[in-house]
């Protein structure tokens, strides 16, 4: 049986993950593949006895299995794959860069990198007669990215949308379906180990469009980095916002989109009222889901686990297997990389949507008439409104400011900006509390 030997860079969750699924599938791959598959050393900061236990191997087995020398696994010749668990864009990018140079197989799960020097990487891979991979990066346990550069690649796509943030979709369900507040749910997120001490990547949208940026140049064919999708957070949404979305008939989402029409590509990361009997809408916690809609597939929904060690694991031992037994035919190489940037396409901004807008105005005579007259001289045109009572202790008594809930009618994002820099200038408008896009 012939033995692949694999180098892994970091043992994190994801890297335990990545031992785990192993272990636990060895047979049925041996038996299927007819390959051993062995990770041979692992690359970490500080060896410590704890990093052993964690993976069940004995100390004398630890001493030949870890190391803090990357070049102990980027420059051994008898290393056949390497894999990138790190995260963060350096030194992981360097160390894909040397493997590949050396003539080593990559597999990674870090989006950051591969969608600031994915194209890079592809290019050092083709150059090199090795093979690039990294499924993980995206969604988790979920193929997507296999499913749309393989079985779909027939397929012309119009549209995706994704949700691809375990940590926003736990903490948006929770604020939903039990009326908790953000600070609440967050902090519940970070002790379930759903969320990070530092949630900003998360909650602002930038993990989300990091993989944005992968599926663009998967689906389309375009390069569109990360900092030029046009992205927000979800930190704003308050219990007004989930309220008006379970009245009418909507679920919040933090959504990934991307479309192409009429040559142009139109993508943002952005909170979402999206309708309650759309796939999506019924995607709770800590699931992912993409949904794209192909020339002869029509739409698709990809659903399961997109965090998670072994979920993870499984897709980063997925592209592992498919190398190993590339190696094993001598066919272990790509002429066409996975990542494209050749279509004649442009990017083109977020595009025209529906909106909602959530606004605290005074509560007096004048105030609506006021804000839809300046709608009206943007060309924005407001499909309805609702104005909110706070809950006075005497209802008999006027409140002094009162929330106003407007959905208006498509417009550029940059145009309802404008708008609404002029509304917030009003002495009868407190504050411009939340935008929020409005799905079909």
Avoid at 74 to 98: C, F, H, K, N, W
Avoid at 269 to 294: I, K, W
Wanted: proline share 4%; charged share 20%.
């Amino acid at each position: 049986m012939r033995t692949i030997h694999v180098g892994m860079l970091g043992i994190g969750n994801i890297g335990k993950g990545t031992w785990q699924t192993l272990e636990q599938g060895r047979a049925r791959i041996e038996e299927t593949t007819g390959l051993d598959i062995r990770i041979d050393r692992i690359l970490c900061r500080t060896i410590r006895p704890e990093r052993a236990e964690a993976i069940g191997v004995t100390p004398a087995q630890a001493e030949a299995l870890f190391t803090t020398d990357p070049a102990a696994i980027l420059d051994d010749p008898a290393i056949d794959i390497v894999v990138e668990l790190m995260g963060g864009i350096e030194p992981a990018t360097s160390y894909m860069a040397q493997a590949l140079k050396n003539g080593k197989h990559v597999v990674t799960a870090n989006k950051a990198a591969i969608a600031a020097n994915g194209e890079m990487l592809s290019q050092l891979a083709r150059e090199n007669s090795v093979m690039l991979r990294f499924e993980a990066s995206v969604a988790g346990g979920i193929p997507i990215i296999n499913a749309v550069s393989s079985p779909l690649l027939a397929n012309t796509f119009s549209e995706m949308h994704g949700i691809l943030n375990g940590t926003t979709n736990y903490i948006l369900t929770q604020m939903s379906e039990y009326g908790k507040d953000y600070a609440e749910v967050l902090k519940d997120a970070q002790a379930k180990g759903f969320a990070e001490a530092d949630p900003t990547a998360d909650v602002e949208g930038i993990d989300a469009a990091n993989k944005l940026s992968i599926l663009i140049s998967l689906i389309f064919g375009i390069k569109v980095g990360p900092d030029e999708i046009a992205r927000e957070g979800i930190t704003r949404i308050s219990a007004h916002d989930i309220r008006f979305a379970k009245e009418s008939g909507y679920r919040i989402k933090l959504l990934a989109s991307a479309a192409e029409k009429d040559g142009k590509v139109y993508c943002s990361v952005e909170p979402a009222l999206v309708p309650e009997d759309h796939p999506l809408a019924s995607v709770s916690n800590e699931f992912n889901a993409v949904f794209v809609t192909g020339s002869a597939v029509d739409s698709l929904m990809f659903y399961g686990r997109g965090a998670g060690p072994l979920p993870t694991g499984s897709a980063v031992m997925g592209d592992v297997i498919e190398i190993a037994v590339e190696i094993n035919k001598g066919n272990a190489f790509d002429n066409i990389p996975l990542l494209r940037y050749d279509a004649d396409l442009t990017c083109a901004g977020e595009g025209a949507h529906r909106y909602y807008v959530r606004m605290t105005v005074a509560n007096r005579t004048g105030v609506l008439g006021s804000i839809a007259d300046t709608f009206g001289a943007h060309n924005i045109s407001v499909k309805s409104v609702i104005q909110r009572g706070a809950g006075a202790a005497d209802a008999r008594e006027a409140l002094p400011e009162v929330p106003l809930l407007f959905i208006v009618y498509e417009t550029e994002r940059s145009t309802l900006n404008e708008a609404l820099a002029e509304i917030s200038g009003k002495d009868i408008v407190l504050s411009v509390d939340n935008i929020l896009r409005v799905e079909d």
